[in-house]
């Protein structure tokens, strides 16, 4: 069966739109990557305190952007996209949070640099 003219430009608006949030999201990258070269280059441990808040400051509004009512019940591609790009995010902040408990312990750079080679 043929598809109708505008149901094939829906399709590829929408494919367009897919590949616009995914140069979104790898745009960011180059950043996470220099970053992760000067504390290599310079292994200073990041303060423990405020690594952990930051990751828990975020993490409610993650954890509500997660729950049952908030997918609608008929998703695309799109709506499963942004579920499971909050879901690595909740993920994320977890592991933020246990880096900073962890180099507060140890007094070392490498958890935090860990976790952000792991995010990116």
């Known amino acids: 069966m043929a598809y109708s003219r505008r149901a094939r430009l829906d399709t590829h ?3 367009l739109v897919g590949m616009a949030l995914a140069a979104i999201l790898l745009a960011s990258w180059p950043g996470h990557a220099v970053d992760c070269l000067e504390k290599v280059a310079l292994p200073v441990p990041p303060a423990p305190v405020p690594l952990s808040l930051r990751g828990a400051e975020r993490l409610p ?13 008929h998703s695309g591609s799109l709506t499963r996209a942004a579920f499971l790009s ?26 935090d640099l860990l976790v952000g080679l792991g995010i990116s």
């Open 61 to 73: 509004s993650t954890v509500l952007r997660l729950s049952p009512g908030a997918l609608p019940r």
């Open 13 to 15: 608006r929408r494919s």
């Open 86 to 111: 909050a879901r690595n995010e909740r993920l994320g902040q977890y592991r933020i949070i246990a880096a900073g408990l962890v180099t507060a312990v140890t007094v070392s750079p490498w958890p």
